[in-house]
């Protein structure tokens, strides 16, 4: 009986532990999985009953995982598309938006590279391969080395969408899974070029962008991106299946508040403008 009884009390205790607090999934963008873990890592020290389950993969593929109901928390560095929100109705997801952080693509240079500075429209014209050798924007005589993110990623559509104005980018930008290869891929080649989010600038040096011939070169930063200098400026994203509640609720007003923006901040990160932060919190 004494054996019955101690087993009963095991096994109690062991689904106990298994059903206190909750496990909240995070999945998306590679830009932001690196703040997603942070976040998760400060918030579970602040409350251990809640697990919380961070992985990337791309904008595509978290937006996919919260319209089949394989995340709770989609992280997404754009707007999901219209045929996105289309489906995502027809299978009676309701997706609910947030922005939770800015952020600029920073143009990436290997540091030996004596370019420091380009135009949009020379950009656009380097990776649509209208431009392909260095002389052509100050650079030494070399054919230029693209490097960039594959077709699932948010920054992939951003940039083909505000930089190419959606032409198609050149048959030989070498595709990489996520902005930290990109970076070694560049640190490591001279003649290399590439872009992503400005948290992911190691080893390498982030070009200075004109809007038009004319304009002030502008490099990005905290201070450019906020205050809308530095061109290529965006706002990254959580979707939720409907307004959160619960622990996902309490999970996104801590990011948003003070303490969470300064997670975001201290990993170079851009914060939300405190106004912005504060309106995007549930009540």
């Not at 990337?56 to 394989?70: F, M, V, W, Y």
């Not at 609910?96 to 135009?119: H, K, M, Q, Y």
Request: glycine residues 10%; aromatic residues 8%; neutral net charge.
């Amino acid at each position: 009986m004494r054996k019955v009884t101690i087993l009963t009390i095991a096994l109690a205790l062991l689904f106990g532990l298994a059903f206190a607090g909750s496990t909240i999934t995070v999945k998306g963008s590679d830009t932001l999985v690196r703040l997603g873990q942070r976040w998760a890592e400060e918030y579970m020290k602040k409350n251990p009953g809640t697990i919380i389950q961070v992985s990337g993969g791309g904008s595509g593929t978290g937006i996919a995982a919260l319209i089949n109901g394989g995340t709770d928390v989609c992280e997404a560095s754009r707007d999901m598309k219209e045929q996105e929100y289309k489906i995502a109705e027809s299978k009676g997801i309701k997706p609910f938006r947030v922005s939770v952080a800015l952020d600029g693509i920073a143009v990436f240079l290997n540091e030996a590279n004596p370019v420091n500075e380009f135009t949009v429209d020379q950009l656009k014209g380097i990776y649509t391969g209208a431009i392909t050798n260095w002389k052509e924007v100050g650079g030494s005589d070399h054919i230029i080395i693209l490097y960039g993110r594959e077709n699932n990623s948010g920054t992939y559509a951003f940039f083909k969408e505000h930089i190419l104005k959606e032409e198609d980018y050149a048959e030989r930008t070498q595709t990489l899974p996520g902005t930290a290869a990109v970076v070694n891929a560049v640190a490591k080649d001279k003649f290399g070029i590439g872009y992503g989010g400005i948290a992911w600038a190691t080893g390498v040096k982030d070009a200075a962008i004109k809007k038009t011939d004319s304009s002030m070169a502008v490099k990005p930063s905290v201070e450019t991106v906020v205050n809308g200098t530095y061109p290529i400026s965006r706002e990254l994203y959580w979707f939720f299946n409907g307004t959160p509640t619960g622990e996902m609720k309490k999970l996104l007003n801590w990011a948003l508040s003070d303490e969470g923006q300064k997670v975001a901040k201290d990993i170079d990160y851009v914060p939300l403008p405190k106004e912005m932060a504060e309106k995007n919190m549930i009540k």
